[in-house]
């Protein structure tokens, strides 16, 4: 082990990987996964299906990593050399496992077929590798060491893969190094703050020994994650502090907003109406997604930018309104929602409840494509419900989008 520091690599193989053809979703996550448990990865590194490269990267990684998981190339075609590059890595031959072909049989026999003579490759491994079971397919992992680097190999099939990983090379490496600790995540989702302004907000945060927070920003939200040692004590204060400093920017801990949402609307028994112009079902379609939110959603409206219900000589505040009192009332429900037209670069944005009516103009404060103008947009009118239904300011600023105009008409106000 490098100078009492665990140091674990991902290898993956493929062309297909390698040029972006998909997504390497197994190292996504795998690396959380690693670093969960404990085993924080220093490198992830992508080759493609050549033999040479294959074995010349494996080479490098038994020279700077103790642990290696080395991720496709298992399979029985022509370009799934990776068990033969480990081979010519260890300077050994290639070896018959009996136990595995023995399987791959049985696995062909019980859906009643022949077992094809390529899969054959399949159960040759490197002498002195240990079989890695996978129920799931046809493709075996195993183990070996090179260079006292510890290497694993595994399916590149995504659920294959992962069944693997939890319940083959997850308990070995609990069992080689028991000393590391497993590590926990809270989390927390934001909505309007940009990155800079979060990191500043957190600057003079203290943090416990083995704390530490991580930033993900996945449009339009960014994630707050603290990473803990499992089960520790100063978590709760830790949780609370983090909180307060994000307030009401805090549209989800632990649960995307979406999921919150739905459980607002659940508690609340709260039913809506909304009707859409810009976002152009954007904001409906993402109701559908939880159920409680897709039962609250009574009714929804997709307008075209001509409709009348937004007429240019009226003030788009005051039009903005009557869309969202109108779909309120039209659909007999206890909240309206409404999303204008874009007209000059700004969208109007209305709530209608029967504490009154709340109605908001804005414009992105530097340039974004249509569909990313559209999802801020669709965000912030579903912000708005949220913070209705928390009773938070429903009047805001955020970082993406400038607020040019805003109104709220308290209905007790209209019978004096």
């Given at each position: 082990?490098?100078?009492?520091?665990?140091?674990?690599?991902?290898?993956?193989?493929?062309?297909?990987?390698?040029?972006?053809?998909?997504?390497?979703?197994?190292?996504?996550?795998?690396?959380?996964?690693?670093?969960?448990?404990?085993?924080?990865?220093?490198?992830?590194?992508?080759?493609?299906?050549?033999?040479?490269?294959?074995?010349?990267?494996?080479?490098?990684?038994?020279?700077?990593?103790?642990?290696?998981?080395?991720?496709?190339?298992?399979?029985?075609?022509?370009?799934?050399?990776?068990?033969?590059?480990?081979?010519?890595?260890?300077?050994?031959?290639?070896?018959l496992n009996v136990h595995w072909l023995t399987a791959l049989k049985e696995k062909y026999e019980?859906?009643?077929?022949?077992?094809?003579?390529?899969?054959?490759?399949?159960?040759?491994?490197?002498?002195?590798?240990?079989?890695?079971?996978?129920?799931?397919?046809?493709?075996?992992?195993?183990?070996?060491?090179?260079?006292?680097?510890?290497?694993?190999?595994?399916?590149?099939?995504?659920?294959?893969?992962?069944?693997?990983?939890?319940?083959?090379?997850?308990?070995?490496?609990?069992?080689?190094?028991?000393?590391?600790?497993?590590?926990?995540?809270?989390?927390?989702?934001?909505?309007?703050?940009?990155?800079?302004?979060?990191?500043?907000?957190?600057?003079?945060?203290?943090?416990?020994?083995?704390?530490?927070?991580?930033?993900?920003?996945?449009?339009p939200f960014i994630e707050i994650k603290i990473f803990y040692p499992a089960k520790h004590s100063?978590?709760?204060?830790?949780?609370?502090?983090?909180?307060?400093?994000?307030?009401?920017?805090t549209v989800g801990e632990e649960k995307p907003m979406l999921h919150s949402l739905a459980e607002?609307?659940?508690?609340?028994?709260?039913?809506?109406?909304?009707?859409?112009?810009?976002?152009?079902?954007?904001?409906?379609?993402?109701?559908?997604?939880?159920?409680?939110?897709?039962?609250?959603?009574?009714?929804?409206?997709?307008?075209?930018?001509?409709?009348?219900?937004?007429?240019?000589?009226?003030?788009?505040?005051?039009?903005?309104?009557?869309?969202?009192?109108?779909?309120?009332?039209?659909?007999?429900?206890?909240?309206?929602?409404?999303?204008?037209?874009?007209?000059?670069?700004?969208?109007?944005?209305?709530?209608?409840?029967?504490?009154?009516?709340?109605?908001?103009?804005?414009?992105?404060?530097?340039?974004?494509?249509?569909?990313?103008?559209?999802?801020?947009?669709?965000?912030?009118?579903?912000?708005?419900?949220?913070?209705?239904?928390?009773?938070?300011?429903?009047?805001?600023?955020?970082?993406?989008?400038?607020?040019?105009?805003?109104?709220?008409?308290?209905?007790?106000?209209?019978?004096?």
């Amino acid at each position: 082990m490098t100078q009492n520091i665990l140091r674990v690599a991902m290898l993956s193989t493929g062309e297909e990987v390698l040029h972006g053809d998909i997504l390497d979703t197994n190292a996504a996550w795998m690396s959380k996964r690693c670093f969960e448990e404990g085993f924080l990865l220093h490198r992830r590194v992508t080759v493609g299906d050549s033999l040479d490269d294959i074995a010349v990267e494996l080479l490098r990684c038994s020279q700077v990593s103790d642990v290696v998981i080395v991720n496709g190339g298992l399979g029985p075609t022509t370009d799934d050399v990776t068990t033969q590059a480990m081979a010519m890595a260890m300077n050994v031959e290639l070896e018959l496992n009996v136990h595995w072909l023995t399987a791959l049989k049985e696995k062909y026999e019980k859906n009643g077929r022949e077992m094809p003579k390529s899969n054959i490759k399949q159960a040759m491994l490197p002498e002195g590798a240990v079989l890695l079971d996978n129920p799931m397919g046809t493709a075996c992992g195993f183990f070996a060491t090179l260079k006292e680097c510890l290497f694993f190999f595994t399916p590149g099939v995504p659920f294959e893969f992962k069944s693997m990983f939890e319940n083959e090379v997850l308990p070995k490496l609990h069992v080689a190094f028991p000393h590391l600790d497993k590590k926990d995540i809270h989390r927390f989702y934001t909505f309007g703050l940009s990155e800079s302004s979060l990191n500043d907000r957190f600057e003079s945060l203290p943090l416990p020994f083995g704390y530490q927070l991580g930033y993900r920003s996945f449009l339009p939200f960014i994630e707050i994650k603290i990473f803990y040692p499992a089960k520790h004590s100063d978590i709760k204060g830790v949780i609370n502090e983090v909180k307060r400093v994000l307030g009401e920017y805090t549209v989800g801990e632990e649960k995307p907003m979406l999921h919150s949402l739905a459980e607002r609307l659940s508690t609340s028994s709260k039913t809506l109406a909304i009707a859409e112009q810009f976002s152009g079902g954007y904001v409906s379609s993402l109701l559908q997604e939880e159920k409680s939110t897709r039962d609250a959603l009574v009714q929804g409206w997709i307008l075209n930018s001509s409709s009348d219900v937004f007429i240019e000589e009226y003030n788009p505040l005051a039009a903005i309104l009557a869309m969202a009192a109108a779909s309120r009332d039209n659909a007999d429900v206890d909240i309206g929602l409404a999303c204008g037209s874009l007209v000059e670069g700004a969208v109007a944005l209305g709530l209608s409840a029967q504490e009154g009516d709340w109605g908001v103009i804005v414009k992105a404060r530097s340039a974004l494509s249509t569909e990313q103008f559209r999802c801020y947009v669709s965000t912030f009118l579903l912000d708005m419900l949220r913070r209705y239904l928390e009773g938070a300011n429903i009047i805001f600023d955020i970082s993406a989008l400038e607020t040019l105009d805003a109104l709220h008409i308290p209905f007790e106000s209209l019978d004096k």
